[in-house]
């Protein structure tokens, strides 16, 4: 059984706290760790270790010697990668595949994309005149924000947590990461690569534990926490915003949604069901950018909806394992029942259940897993749990729409803005849509296509500030204006 220990000022430890908590296979309900689980304590001694690392060298490093230690992070990762593999299947129970071939290589690909950014970024500069006819001249430097606080969900670990600590570690911050409960693992890997490679001591550190009254309250509510980040649902972003304001520090959030894709009839059938079979079933339905409402055309409505079935339906649930499984579990059993009462809801509120609705026969060595099935429903009205709640399990609505501006007010009604997807040949369609949909992120004719330059975020409730590229910077330094008079 694996003990997860927090990694604080450069070494793991299990705190003062005595207290621990067990973490559950999410594919067969097996106990496969023991957490150590941080208080006041360990996290206090967390902040006094990343501000002793901002005082020392890591503070006066330069920003080309921070980059190649960033590269060196990447490199690491890529090193372990079978371990960062094995940990993040053990917490998650997806399958071996979506690892090996999405969320751990993005661990190691978010450290060289913002080894690169920080080194390659411009400041302004301005001359302007004086009355002396002389003139000065200003220009911006960055300063890191100091201290960032860390807070992670469980749905892609790694990804989620590096898109944070590898800009925020560029930019010369100190962290201290909160990974989610449910998911430990790749937080504490992550420890051990930044000793490999030489990162000083306490500019990496991570707590584990809950959030209120435990680790994740206590990093908020820390007086020597600079700026926070978080991403995770938006009523915990209310509660950690709450704390924020004590000591007016930033924060960053990257929220929930309640994403939508819209289909023309003239839109690709192949290209638009497999991204559509992704965004709604990939990791189970756990991704924050995933389709629970989808919109289609009413002459292509019924042939979308069959189709759709038939690739819900083609799913395998298996242990990650098992090179044939397409499908893994919920995170947990709680997230499970959660999903369960949704699917309960759906019907209850008149729902047509074209597939699914239900749990899956499992055999005997996975039963105690948290398995669901696939889901689509149609029928659904507008005002309906299923149709606005975010549910985060594998599951939509599909209805029909006739015209452009019934489908831009369908899309648009909701608390949420952070993703949508339209499906179309019409060029100028799809522009128009584009604008039209109040999101933070719309692709066209794909779903989750990723370039990690670009501003990631949400509109509405599903966020505040941009990730990515130069926008992280942003969250993640000071500028300060220098005026020379000249
Ligand atoms: P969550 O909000 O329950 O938990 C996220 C983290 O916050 C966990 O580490 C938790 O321990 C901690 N936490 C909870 N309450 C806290 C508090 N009061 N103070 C400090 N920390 C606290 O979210 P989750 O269930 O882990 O993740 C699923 C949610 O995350 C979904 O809503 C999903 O849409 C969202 N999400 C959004 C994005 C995005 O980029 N917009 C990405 C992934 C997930
Ligand atoms: O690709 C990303 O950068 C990102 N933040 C993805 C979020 C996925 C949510 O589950």
Same mark, same amino acid.
């Given at each position: ?26 594919h067969?309900?097996?106990l496969i760790g ?5 208080g ?6 967390a ?13 006066r ?6 980059s ?19 940990a993040?299947?053990?917490?998650t ?24 950014v920080v ?16 003139g ?62 030489g ?10 534990g ?8 206590? !990093?908020?509510?820390? +007086?020597?926490?600079? @700026?926070?980040?978080? /991403?995770?649902? $938006?009523?915990? #972003?209310?509660?950690? %915003? ?20 819209i ?5 690709d059938?192949?290209?638009?069901l ?14 924050c ?7 289609v ?12 079935k ?6 395998k ?7 044939g ?14 999903? !369960?009462?949704?699917? +309960?809801?759906?019907? @209850?509120?008149?729902? /047509?259940?074209v $597939?699914?609705? #239900?749990?899956?026969? %499992?055999?005997?060595?996975?039963a ?40 831009i ?13 339209i ?52 969250f ?11």
């Open positions: 059984m694996t003990q997860f220990m927090h990694f604080i000022d450069g070494a793991f430890t299990a705190g003062t706290s005595g207290k621990t908590f067990e973490c559950r296979s999410p067969n309900g097996a023991l957490a150590a689980e941080g006041r304590a360990e996290v206090d001694a902040v006094q270790a990343a501000r002793a690392a901002m005082r020392g060298p890591w503070g490093m330069s920003v080309e010697e921070r190649d230690l960033m590269r060196a992070v990447a490199d690491g990762i890529t090193r372990r990668f079978d371990d960062f593999v094995a993040e299947m053990a917490d129970g997806q399958p071996r595949k979506m690892m090996e071939h999405a969320f751990i290589p993005r661990g190691a690909a978010n450290f060289k994309i913002f080894a690169d080194k390659n970024v411009a400041t302004e500069s301005f001359q302007m005149p004086t009355p002396d006819g002389r000065a001249l200003n220009y911006a430097i960055r300063k890191p924000k100091g201290v960032i606080g860390v807070i992670c969900p469980w749905n892609a670990p790694l990804l989620l947590m590096t898109w944070k600590v590898a800009p925020a570690l560029a930019c010369g911050n100190a962290v201290i990461v909160k990974p989610s409960e449910e998911t430990p693992g790749t937080a504490t890997l992550l420890g051990e690569v930044m000793n490999e490679v990162v000083p001591r306490g500019v990496y550190n991570v707590v584990h809950f959030g209120p009254n435990s680790a994740g309250g206590f !990093l908020t509510e820390h +007086a020597g926490v600079d @700026a926070i980040t978080f /991403t995770g649902e $938006t009523r915990t #972003g209310t509660a950690i %915003m709450k704390a924020a304001a004590e000591g007016l520090r930033d924060v960053s959030f990257e929220l929930g949604g309640k994403n939508s894709a289909v023309f009839a003239d839109a059938m192949d290209v638009t497999e991204a559509i079979g992704r965004s709604a079933f990939l990791n189970c339905g756990q991704v950018l995933g389709t629970e409402r989808v919109f055309e009413r002459p292509l409505f019924e042939r979308f909806v069959a189709a759709l038939e690739r819900a339906e083609a799913l649930p298996g242990g990650p394992e098992d090179a499984t397409s499908f893994g579990p919920l995170i947990s059993q709680e997230h499970r029942e959660k999903v !369960l009462s949704y699917y +309960a809801r759906a019907v @209850a509120d008149g729902a /047509t259940v $597939t699914g609705g #239900g749990v899956p026969e %499992m055999p005997e060595e996975l105690g897993g948290n398995w669901v099935q696939p889901t689509i429903w149609t029928g659904l009205a507008d005002d309906s749990a299923a149709v606005n709640e975010e549910i985060f399990g594998p599951c939509c609505h599909v209805r029909p729409f006739d015209t452009e501006d019934e489908v007010g369908l899309a648009n009604d909701t608390e949420y803005g952070l993703s949508a997807s499906f179309t040949t019409d060029l100028s369609c799809a522009h128009r849509m584009a604008e039209a949909i109040d999101v933070g992120i719309t692709w066209i004719n794909s779903w989750f296509l990723r370039d990690l330059r670009t501003p990631f975020g949400g509109s509405k409730h599903s966020g505040i500030g941009r990730e990515g590229g130069v926008h992280s910077l942003e993640y330094t000071e500028l300060r204006n220098v005026c020379v008079k000249l």
